[in-house]
Nanobody, 123 residues
Framework: QVQLVESGGDLVQAGGSLRLSCAASGSLFTINTMAWYRQASGKQRELVADITSGSTTNYADSVKGRFTISRDNAKNILYLQMNSLKAEDTADYYC?????????????????WGQGTQVTVSS
């Protein structure tokens, strides 16, 4: 399988910046779509941004112009640069990756999630 480990969450003041990272490891694999989701306390998990293997990006309206998603395909790392943070950005952030991995002599689809990293923005 493919394991994901996030890092970069922290406590930051409103208007500040953070960069989240998500590193993938495991059997030989190819990654198609990478994405960041977030879940605030008492709310449903929501898509923040995603990026395809061809680097086409998509953002939630609430973060457009403030967040930038990017990926390093050579290192299998996903990033989320978050600028002009607001109190309403406070949440647990999760990375998600979809692709195919080696399972013996075959390639199998995977859909993996990280454990989450906490972002707290103080106003």
């Amino acid at each position: 399988q493919v394991q994901l480990v996030e890092s970069g969450g922290d406590l930051v003041q409103a208007g500040g910046s953070l960069r989240l990272s998500c590193a993938a490891s495991g059997s030989l694999f190819t990654i198609n779509t990478m994405a960041w989701y977030r879940q605030a306390s008492g709310k449903q998990r929501e898509l923040v941004a995603d990026i395809t293997s061809g680097s086409t990006t998509n953002y939630a309206d609430s973060v457009k112009g403030r967040f930038t998603i990017s990926r390093d395909n050579a290192k299998n790392i996903l990033y989320l640069q978050m600028n002009s943070l607001k109190a309403e950005d406070t949440a647990d952030y999760y990375c998600n990756m979809k692709g195919r991995y080696s399972r013996g002599k075959t390639m199998t689809d995977f859909d993996s999630w990280g454990q989450g990293t906490q972002v707290t923005v103080s106003s």
